[in-house]
């Protein structure tokens, strides 16, 4: 049984709804503690995610939770379980900074989607990829269950982090959508429609009563993943905007945007806010100068380019080859295609398609301006959109970085460095050093030649335990049957 730490009965019974009892009990966590052991790890080629050139030469030693040594052969304790990973490359574990685990990143085709077996299976997908800390960019009402259950063993996965509930202006973006899909009733309750600095104060009060790692507010006229924009839209008011950040960091909370014009993402770092989730992707004009500000004030930005594509998995002659098919769940993989999906359903809406390819182009572009002015870059696949699977759309996120202008190491960069200081635990994760968390993976080949070598994970060292990660097997559900099943 999870335990959750809501305080009303209201809450909690919500929660066991969400995440029954027993939701996950991988007998056997396939990796073992390394407590009392001290394990050396050899013979590899090392990316620290520092940028800094590779190390040939290094050994890093592992003991209980935390890397204790990085050096020279000389450095192994008498005492170490030696591990020969000659051919190889470690890296930091891979950090997703903008993801959403409410969501399965299939086709919303196939029920089994939405129980919590599907969340259980795409964590597992996160851990095959080599991406050992996820950040929940949404508002998913049993997030903290989600997080104690991955901080006791009850479930596998990565380190879990997230905002609480959403901020955004009356009928604003997610709330138009919303409504539009008819699941006003379903995923409204989990956004604060703000008017008036004292809603502002209120909303921020109540999201930070929980234990949230950031707070998230929607500043845009746009839809997301679309450039179907309509004027009228409300944006946060500018009081508000400001309001909002003031009193996030008077707590210590950071604040990330959604925005998609320069000019809403210039209005978000003006009132001093901290991260710039998605790209901005309705204009290149003006995108410039908002690049230089963000430089300016240290505020780093996620691109977030795979989802503008809307279904990477159906390119021919997509990297997402047959291999890469078995790190996800097939009942995910099977529902993008299958009668009923949305990921289909979007492709025959009038302009959609050429939409989000213009947005690709844009945000795109608008990356290689972010690269020149040294804006802080970190990578987030808003997966478990529609078509976009937890874990493989990694893969294609840190493709299409590297098509933007970024090379392969700038790409590590944006991965394991800049996402941990984007998601606040820069002192403990995102790079190979003495006294951090032992999050590391092992991959086949050189990322720096090739940077689809990333896709060949084999081994995940998370928190300082070994995970082989093609052990991990997915969980089977019944398929449900009748209505009410
Ligand atoms: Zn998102």
Same mark, same amino acid.
């Given at each position: 049984?999870?335990?959750?730490?809501?305080?009303?009965?209201?809450?909690?019974?919500?929660?066991?709804?969400?995440? &029954?009892? $027993?939701?996950?009990?991988?007998?056997?966590?396939?990796?073992?503690?390394?407590?009392?052991?001290?394990?050396?790890?050899?013979?590899?080629?090392?990316?620290?995610?520092?940028?800094?050139?590779? @190390?040939?030469?290094?050994?890093?030693? *592992?003991?209980?939770?935390?890397?204790?040594?990085?050096?020279?052969?000389?450095?192994? &304790?008498?005492?170490?379980?030696?591990?020969?990973?000659?051919?190889?490359?470690?890296?930091?574990?891979? %950090?997703?900074?903008?993801?959403?685990?409410?969501?399965?990143?299939?086709?919303?085709?196939? &029920?089994?989607?939405?129980?919590? +077996?599907?969340?259980?299976?795409?964590?597992?997908?996160?851990?095959?990829?080599? *991406? +050992?800390?996820?950040?929940?960019?949404?508002?998913?009402?049993?997030? =903290?269950?989600?997080?104690?259950?991955?901080?006791?063993?009850?479930?596998?996965? &990565? @380190?879990?982090?997230?905002?609480?509930?959403?901020?955004?202006?009356?009928?604003?973006?997610?709330?138009?959508? %919303?409504?539009?899909?008819?699941?006003?009733?379903?995923?409204?309750?989990?956004?604060?429609? #703000?008017?008036?600095?004292?809603?502002?104060?209120?909303?921020?009060?109540?999201?930070?009563?929980?234990? #949230?790692?950031?707070?998230?507010?929607?500043?845009?006229? #746009?839809? /997301?993943?679309? +450039?179907?924009?309509?004027?009228?839209?409300?944006?946060?008011?500018?009081?508000?905007?400001?309001?909002? %950040?003031?009193?996030?960091?008077?707590?210590?909370?950071?604040?990330? /945007?959604?925005?998609?014009?320069?000019?809403?993402?210039?209005?978000?770092?003006?009132?001093?806010?901290?991260?710039?989730?998605?790209?901005?992707?309705?204009?290149?004009? $003006?995108?410039?100068?908002?690049?230089?500000?963000?430089?300016?004030?240290?505020?780093?930005?996620?691109?977030?380019?795979?989802?503008?594509?809307?279904?990477?998995?159906?390119?021919?002659?997509?990297?997402?080859?047959?291999?890469?098919?078995?790190?996800?769940?097939?009942?995910?993989?099977?529902?993008? +295609?299958?009668?009923?999906?949305?990921?289909?359903?979007?492709?025959?809406?009038?302009?959609?398609?050429?939409?989000?390819?213009?947005?690709?182009?844009?945000?795109?572009?608008?990356?290689? @301006?972010?690269?020149?002015?040294?804006?802080?870059?970190?990578?987030?696949?808003?997966?478990?959109?529609? $078509?976009?699977?937890?874990?493989?759309?990694?893969?294609?996120?840190? !493709?299409?970085?590297?098509?933007?202008?970024?090379?392969?190491?700038?790409?590590?960069? /944006?991965?394991?460095? =800049?996402?941990?200081?984007?998601?606040? @635990?820069?002192?403990?994760?995102?790079?190979?050093?003495? $006294?951090?968390?032992?999050?590391?993976?092992?991959?086949?080949?050189?990322?720096? !030649?090739?940077?689809? /070598?990333?896709? =060949?994970?084999?081994? #995940?060292?998370?928190?300082?335990?070994?995970? =082989?990660?093609?052990?991990?097997?997915?969980?089977?559900?019944?398929?449900?049957?009748?209505?009410?099943?």
């Amino acid at each position: 049984m999870c335990a959750d730490t809501a305080g009303s009965q209201e809450r909690r019974s919500f929660l066991r709804q969400l995440l &029954p009892a $027993g939701i996950l009990l991988l007998s056997v966590c396939s990796g073992h503690s390394l407590a009392d052991e001290i394990l050396a790890l050899t013979g590899a080629r090392i990316i620290d995610g520092n940028g800094g050139p590779a @190390r040939e030469d290094a050994v890093v030693i *592992v003991q209980g939770q935390k890397i204790s040594a990085i050096g020279p052969a000389s450095v192994i &304790p008498a005492n170490a379980r030696v591990m020969d990973l000659a051919g190889k490359t470690l890296l930091p574990g891979l %950090i997703d900074a903008h993801i959403h685990i409410g969501g399965s990143g299939g086709g919303a085709a196939d &029920p089994r989607e939405f129980t919590p +077996t599907a969340v259980e299976n795409s964590l597992l997908s996160y851990l095959k990829f080599g *991406v +050992t800390s996820i950040y929940d960019m949404a508002a998913h009402p049993s997030l =903290n269950s989600m997080k104690t259950a991955l901080e006791t063993g009850e479930l596998t996965g &990565p @380190r879990l982090y997230g905002n609480g509930f959403g901020i955004t202006a009356p009928g604003s973006h997610p709330i138009r959508l %919303i409504t539009e899909l008819g699941l006003l009733d379903y995923l409204g309750p989990f956004y604060f429609q #703000v008017d008036s600095v004292a809603d502002a104060e209120e909303a921020v009060r109540r999201i930070s009563a929980e234990q #949230v790692d950031g707070i998230k507010l929607f500043h845009s006229r #746009v839809e /997301a993943g679309t +450039t179907r924009f309509d004027a009228d839209m409300d944006k946060l008011k500018p009081e508000i905007l400001q309001t909002v %950040i003031e009193q996030a960091h008077a707590r210590r909370l950071r604040v990330y /945007a959604h925005t998609s014009f320069p000019s809403e993402a210039r209005e978000f770092v003006e009132a001093g806010g901290d991260v710039v989730v998605h790209s901005i992707h309705m204009a290149e004009t $003006g995108a410039r100068d908002v690049f230089e500000l963000m430089a300016a004030r240290d505020v780093a930005y996620i691109p977030t380019l795979a989802v503008f594509e809307g279904g990477y998995t159906m390119e021919p002659g997509s990297f997402f080859s047959p291999q890469q098919h078995e790190k996800v769940w097939d009942v995910l993989l099977a529902s993008i +295609t299958a009668p009923g999906s949305v990921v289909l359903a979007s492709r025959t809406v009038p302009g959609l398609l050429n939409d989000r390819e213009r947005s690709l182009e844009i945000s795109m572009a608008n990356l290689a @301006r972010a690269l020149q002015t040294g804006v802080k870059i970190a990578m987030g696949s808003d997966a478990g959109n529609a $078509g976009m699977l937890h874990g493989a759309t990694v893969l294609r996120e840190l !493709q299409l970085m590297n098509e933007a202008g970024m090379t392969p190491m700038q790409v590590i960069v /944006a991965a394991t460095r =800049n996402g941990a200081e984007v998601i606040g @635990r820069g002192e403990e994760l995102g790079t190979l050093e003495a $006294g951090k968390l032992a999050d590391i993976i092992v991959v086949n080949g050189d990322p720096l !030649q090739d940077l689809s /070598a990333l896709g =060949n994970v084999e081994l #995940v060292v998370k928190n300082g335990k070994i995970i =082989n990660p093609g052990e991990l097997e997915f969980k089977e559900v019944q398929q449900p049957t009748g209505d009410g099943s």
